[in-house]
T-cell receptor
Framework: DTGVSQNPRHKITKRGQNVTFRCDPI?????LYWYRQTLGQGPEFLTY????????KSRLLSDRFSAERPKGSFSTLEIQRTEQGDSAMYLC??????????????FGQGTRLTVV | GESVGLHLPTLSVQEGDNSIINCAYS??????FIWYKQESGKGPQFIID?????DKRQGQRVTVLLNKTVKHLSLQIAATQPGDSAVYFC???????????FGPGTSLSVIP
């Protein structure tokens, strides 16, 4: 499978613990996006990278959240001191700016986080 | 703030009929408008997009219409099939390289 891969698929954690998610984008894609989705809602933008540079962060991304893409390939999203409100599906997407359909971002299946 | 939203949260259609999913947007600066399909347990899947300087674009069994006068976007699915059952999101982007902002979604249910 050469699509966007996210690990783990599911994560249950106790409130106050730290969690880290990983995203492996499609290999030739240089843009990588993180979104958060709660039940019944559309995905909310969190942050995105072009290669290893983090170009934009949403105000939703509090100080407890940090994302990295150290070598311009895979990315990690860490949440420190998790809260119940962090429970959501965390989606990763990648795209390669080009001439046609550059908005055609490819999404992974997401990591579902449950904070208990 | 400006956002993208949907008129109808749920839609049920008979198999074989055409489906129309509507969306209202408020950001006049958006350059692209996009439709995504999301099946249960999966990430959103790109369906079709349209640039702001167009009013219609057709794909395979799908047509997107853009009315900038009333800031309205619609997705038409011809001959709806059971496999079309999913949540559909309209979304917008300021530019071809920019992030995508999603609306809240419409659930489409196809009745066999």
């Amino acid at each position: 499978d050469t699509g966007v891969s996210q690990n783990p698929r599911h994560k249950i954690t106790k409130r106050g613990q730290n969690v880290t998610f990983r995203c492996d984008p499609i290999s030739e894609h240089n843009r990588l996006y993180w979104y958060r989705q709660t039940l019944g809602q559309g995905p909310e933008f969190l942050t995105y990278f072009q290669n290893e540079a983090q170009l934009e962060k949403s105000r939703l991304l509090s100080d407890r959240f940090s994302a990295e893409r150290p070598k311009g390939s895979f990315s990690t999203l860490e949440i420190q001191r998790t809260e119940q409100g962090d429970s959501a599906m965390y989606l990763c997407a990648s795209s390669r700016p080009g001439e046609v359909r550059v908005t055609e971002a490819f999404f992974g299946q997401g990591t579902r986080l449950t904070v208990v | 703030g400006e956002s993208v939203g949907l008129h109808l949260p749920t839609l049920s259609v008979q198999e074989g009929d055409n489906s129309i999913i509507n969306c209202a947007y408020s950001n006049s600066a958006s350059d692209y408008f996009i439709w995504y399909k999301q099946e249960s347990g999966k990430g959103p899947q790109f369906i079709i997009d349209i640039r702001s300087n167009m009013d219609k674009r057709q794909g395979q069994r799908v047509t997107v219409l853009l009315n900038k006068t009333v800031k309205h976007l619609s997705l038409q699915i011809a001959a709806t099939q059971p496999g079309d059952s999913a949540v559909y999101f309209c979304a917008e982007s300021r530019a071809s390289y920019d992030k995508v902002i999603f609306g809240p979604g419409t659930s489409l249910s196809v009745i066999p």
